[in-house]
């Protein structure tokens, strides 16, 4: 009998000794659960700020209508804050005595990464577009070479390993000559006229990044805009996307279809489609795989 009280003595010892150390080890997870969540949260805080001064930087979208009366922007982030961006800008110089917004710049822009990496890219490009206008540089192929320069110089990728850069599509509208002027890096331009689509392809190389050649030249295309035309630009995100019955991408031939069958709809009803279409199109299933960024305007 003494054998056997002594022997449940020392078990009930062992038990009490290791719901005492089970109970430790539940404080010590339960301490850095709360320290985990404690830093997410001001992870999360300090990425909403960003947003928030990301957003500051953009420029306003109800302002593009002071150029372009029918435009949308369908403008996604990946993340709180996205390494694509759009950006537009009078192009008037103070000697010409044009109607007022009757010459301006817009562009789509796609930066290397998303999320953070890629917001700190995109409020480089725009500080820098922002510079070359006040330079009264206006013309598409001359603003993509200055911007070249600026990323290289801001990222100072002459010395260092850094291959970071952007694609994008910038236009000159001028109302008054009738005409838009293109240039893009990488990315193309898109438009519908006498209900024909065309694509005209960006340079091959991107701002930023890898230089081989001696000087970065870019090319600028004239379109004439006398007939009512139909303009997208775009990054590559709503192509890219993965959905579908057989987990594929949306692809540009689907999308180029998609905007030759919605371009005489309202900007809005253009926009909502889009919309509508990436949804079914992720079918609740899929995440989003990058930023997306589609402008369309009609002149």
Request: contains cysteine; proline residues 2%.
């Amino acid at each position: 009998m003494y054998k056997r009280s002594k022997e449940r003595k020392k078990e009930n010892e062992n038990l009490t000794s290791k719901n005492k150390e089970i109970r430790n080890q539940n404080l010590k997870i339960e301490e850095q659960k709360n320290s985990i969540e404690k830093k997410n949260k001001g992870i999360t805080d300090s990425i909403n700020y960003a947003q928030k001064i990301q957003k500051a930087m953009l420029p306003k979208t109800s302002s593009l209508e002071d150029f372009l009366e029918k435009s949308f922007i369908f403008f996604k982030p990946r993340d709180i804050v996205s390494g694509d961006f759009y950006w537009f800008s009078d192009a008037q110089k103070e000697k010409e005595n044009n109607n007022k917004n009757s010459k301006f710049l817009i562009s789509a822009v796609d930066c290397t990464g998303h999320g953070v990496p890629g917001a700190f890219m995109s409020m480089i490009g725009l500080n820098l577009l922002n510079q070359i206008v006040a330079k009264k540089i206006f013309e598409p192929d001359k603003i993509l070479k200055e911007l070249h320069e600026g990323v290289k110089t801001s990222l100072q990728q002459n010395r260092t390993n850094n291959r970071d850069g952007m694609d994008m599509s910038l236009c000159l509208v001028d109302k008054e000559k009738k005409t838009l002027i293109f240039s893009g890096a990488k990315n193309p331009l898109v438009y519908i006229q006498d209900e024909k689509i065309y694509r005209i392809r960006g340079d091959k190389f991107a701002i930023g990044g890898f230089q081989k050649e001696k000087d970065r030249i870019f090319k600028k295309h004239i379109i004439n805009i006398e007939k009512e035309t139909t303009f997208y630009i775009f990054s590559d995100g709503f192509p890219d996307q993965i959905g579908g019955e057989k987990r594929r991408k949306f692809l540009i031939k689907r999308f180029l279809e998609l905007l030759l069958k919605i371009h005489k709809k309202d900007m809005d009803e253009q926009k909502e489609i889009l919309n509508n279409v990436l949804k079914k199109w992720m079918r609740d299933k899929y995440r989003q795989v990058d930023d997306i960024l589609v402008i369309g305007f009609k002149i």
